[in-house]
């Protein structure tokens, strides 16, 4: 930015270099969620969540599932909605962060092969036959330890993968709950304090089913890569860079899982409330 040397001119200049600023880093961290597969990815988490209403409501929607159970579901899994919330949190949480390296990584012709690899992962786990296989051949590369399996484990560990998605189930849980207690559905000994000790109880299978899911996942989706590949991401994810933006994921769709898992729970429960009426 070029300097003046009149006072007014250096007001003016001071003024407007924090907005000149943050287009900037709006611009780079708009282009760092694009090279994420961030609007694809949560595209796909619409798609299982609109399966997930559908289970839902065969367990806890009087009459199952409805027309009007699937528009009230739509309406919570709104994709515009979804990538706003994502989008907004993800660059408040990555307020003072490296973003240029993690650009530097990720439109790499490296760290562009592995969101593809993600995504394409993400979305063909959709498919139930896929899921199964996925978890049966990671249940054996765990069980032998296989150099693929103990590789994905540095990543896991480096980006604290299993804690990290065990605690946002146990949130997205206890949200659920909140939910139900809060549309008045639930039965008048249950509180926001007995479904806080409900959630913990489950702790063990959510920790369970998460570990078994990551693996199955990460080991299909990094089934392609090298060894030297894989190797160049786990030492990305153990920068500074790397530990803020695997930070600032979480931030970004914990807060969006909640909100979900609460207007799911308060719609249940205004479904219950309604038949029972």
């Known amino acids: 930015m070029p300097r003046f040397a009149t006072a007014f001119a250096l007001i003016a200049t001071i003024t407007a ?11 780079k ?37 409805s027309p009007d159970w699937v528009k009230a579901v739509e309406a919570i899994y709104d994709p515009q909605m979804m990538l706003e919330e994502v989008r907004g949190a993800f660059g408040e949480a990555l307020d003072s962060a490296n973003v ?6 990720y439109t790499s012709e490296t760290g ?6 993600e995504v394409s992962a993400r979305r063909a786990m959709l498919d139930d036959a896929v899921e199964e296989a996925s978890i049966d051949t990671a249940a054996i590369q765990m069980m032998d330890e296989t150099p693929r399996y103990l590789q994905v484990q540095q990543f896991v560990e480096a980006n604290d993968l299993i804690e990290s998605n065990v605690v946002g189930s146990l949130n997205s849980s206890y949200a659920f709950y909140t939910g139900l207690i809060d549309g008045g559905a639930m039965p008048a000994g249950v509180t926001h304090d007995t479904a806080l000790q409900d959630v913990w109880s489950q702790e063990a299978d959510i920790r369970e089913s998460t570990t078994e899911w990551i693996y199955s996942f990460l080991l299909m989706a990094y089934h392609p890569l090298s060894d030297d590949e894989l190797a160049a991401y786990i030492a990305f994810s153990d920068t500074a ?3 803020e933006l695997t930070s600032a994921l ?17 719609g249940v429960s205004r479904f219950m409330t309604t038949q029972e009426l």
């Open 112 to 117: 562009a092969a592995i969101i593809n690899l």
């Open 241 to 243: 860079a790397g530990q």
């Open 100 to 105: 240029d390296a993690m650009l530097d990584f």
């Open 17 to 27: 270099a924090p907005v000149y600023a943050q287009s900037v880093e709006t611009a």
């Open 29 to 65: 961290v708009d282009a760092l969620f694009v090279a994420l597969g961030m609007p694809e990815i949560i595209d796909i988490m619409r798609e299982e969540g609109l399966e997930y209403g559908t289970s839902l409501a065969a367990e806890m929607v009087p009459g199952g599932v």
């Open 250 to 266: 979480f931030v970004s769709f914990d807060g969006m899982f909640e909100d979900i898992s609460r207007a799911l729970g308060f």
